[in-house]
């Protein structure tokens, strides 16, 4: 019977201790971030006055001179567990450290105010602080109940172990009761900027929104207004110089009316608009270097004469002649339209497409402007092969009479329009009269005549064709005179040495 009572009581002893190391267990392996918190101080806290103990040790030994590789590597290895041990929460305050904003960083701009962010950012700070303090709840509960455990076990059998477990477990509970302060002063606090911020955003949309909608909308009406006095310039300016200039005129009064309009109204943060718009740049110029250089080119033109719409100009891409008239400018292209000319007749056989090309073409290529100012007439240029035994001084006078005949009222205009030229550049006398010019080909087959004449670019075709029909029907009256047939100019005309 004794052997029984005695097996029993040991039975339980046995019960009772692991029923003790199965709370103590569960306790040290919570998963609650308020405990695991708790735990990483207490043992940072442990770590440190190991390694001041062994740091106080190692110094010891290497005074005394003797070897402390074995206390180094353990000091080594504490310092290592110090190090990972920091680099998370290391008190409560640093688990409530769920937002930035603070009273003296709260500042209300455009993109705040219209993203209201800084409301939406408080949102998420007072969800994570209730959803942190359900936690809290949870870990205070949880203390209570091993405290209840480990009471329940000394009252079974008395233990110095349970006891002690269970003063551990009563100062941890009095700690975390103390921290229940913390969190209603972190839920103070935030409600506290949720109220600061909608006071700042009530004084953002009385002052500042409501000067930066009137500053649009004054804006908006200079834009309108140039864009009123551009269509009255284009619609009733009979002169097209001078409506040109005009706009080009109120272009620049209203961007600068503009700029000097904000720079007066910011001027408060100009140091900041320069910083931004320098950093701004700098990017820009590395990312858009095209986008930058199309708007630059834009702007050239803008506040220039050089090319305007209604020019007709010329231009080589990768070797393929681009010619027509400029019927639109825009930032990024210009847009031509393919005209018929001697050109596209000769090289590319076709005409009447519409041409995009990019504005920094001004910059890269060269680009012939056959209308520039007040120019509207251009040189061209007939050939025609003769036989080397035709009179030449008879061929050169029909050419001026049939030549002075079709051209005679283009060159008073050419030497108008040309005097006035001179009033922009430095640019000697020219007398747009005809020249007639006789030369050997390369393959010295007979004797080509050149002739140049001026016209209106827009009537260059019709000219040519008329001087070219007229001079060939009036060489073929005369019995000394001779065109080189071209099938047979190889074949028939003798060689001239």
């Known amino acids: 019977m004794l052997r029984i009572v005695f097996t029993l009581t040991l039975f339980a002893v046995s019960l009772l201790c692991e029923t003790l190391q199965d709370v103590k267990m569960d306790y040290l392996s919570n ?4 405990i695991k918190t708790y735990k990483n101080q207490k043992n940072i806290n442990e770590l440190k006055n190991k390694i001041s103990i062994l740091t106080e040790e190692v110094n010891a030994l290497t005074k005394r001179g003797r070897d402390a590789r074995i206390k180094n590597e353990e000091l080594t290895l504490l310092k290592a567990q110090m190090e990972s041990l920091t680099s998370v929460a290391r008190s409560f305050s640093d688990i ?17 105010f219209l993203t209201n962010s800084k409301v939406k950012e408080l949102e998420r700070a007072r969800a994570q602080i209730e959803s942190l303090k359900k936690d809290y709840e949870r870990a205070i509960a949880y203390i209570e109940e091993t405290a209840k455990k480990t009471e329940n076990i000394i009252d079974m059998e008395y233990s110095n172990e349970a006891k002690e477990f269970l003063k551990l477990v009563e100062e941890d509970l009095h700690i975390f009761l103390v921290a229940k302060g913390i969190i209603d002063q972190k839920e103070e606090s935030i409600e506290t900027l949720f109220g600061l911020i909608a006071s ?47 706009i080009r005129l109120s272009n620049l ?10 720079l007066f109204n910011y001027i408060d943060n100009l140091i900041y608009a320069l910083t ?30 050089s090319i305007q719409v209604g020019d007709r100009i010329l231009l080589y891409f990768e070797a393929t002649p681009i010619i027509g008239d400029v019927i639109a400018i825009s930032p990024m292209k210009i847009t031509l339209y393919e005209e018929i000319t001697h050109n596209n007749a000769a090289e590319l056989k076709r005409a009447g497409r519409i041409l995009f090309i990019p504005t920094n073409f001004i910059f890269s290529k060269v680009i012939y402007n056959y209308t520039h100012e007040s120019m ?62 006789f030369m ?58």
């Open 31 to 34: 998963s609650n971030i308020w």
């Open 96 to 112: 409530l450290d769920v937002t930035s904003i603070n009273a003296q960083t709260i500042e209300i701009n455009l993109i705040s």
């Open 200 to 246: 700042k955003t009530r004084h953002y949309k009385d002052n500042e929104f409501a000067q930066l909608i009137a500053n649009i909308l004054i804006a908006i009406g200079i834009l309108t207004s140039l864009y009123i006095v551009r269509f009255l310039f284009a619609r009733f300016s009979g002169n097209e110089e001078r409506s040109a200039f005009w």
């Open 253 to 262: 009064l209203a961007a600068l009316f503009i700029a000097l309009f904000f």
């Open 276 to 305: 931004f718009v320098g950093f701004m740049a700098a990017g820009l110029t590395i990312v858009h270097k095209e986008l930058l250089l199309n708007i630059a080119a834009w702007l050239q033109m803008a506040f220039s004469s």
């Open 376 to 437: 509207k007439t251009i040189y061209d240029l007939i050939e025609i092969p003769l036989n080397i035994n035709s009179d030449f001084d008879r061929v050169k006078k029909i050419t001026e009479e049939v030549v002075s005949k079709t051209t005679a009222r283009y060159i008073e205009m050419a030497r108008y329009q040309y005097k006035k030229l001179q009033d922009k550049y430095i640019l000697r006398g020219k007398d747009m009269s005809p020249r007639i010019q």
């Open 440 to 497: 050997m080909p390369s393959d010295k087959k007979g004797i080509v005549m050149y002739l140049w004449y001026v016209a209106p670019y827009r009537e260059i075709l019709n000219c040519r064709s008329d001087l070219t029909l007229e001079l060939i029907r009036r060489f073929k009256k005369e019995a000394n005179i001779f065109l080189i047939d071209e099938e047979k100019k190889k074949s028939e005309q003798p060689s001239v040495t």
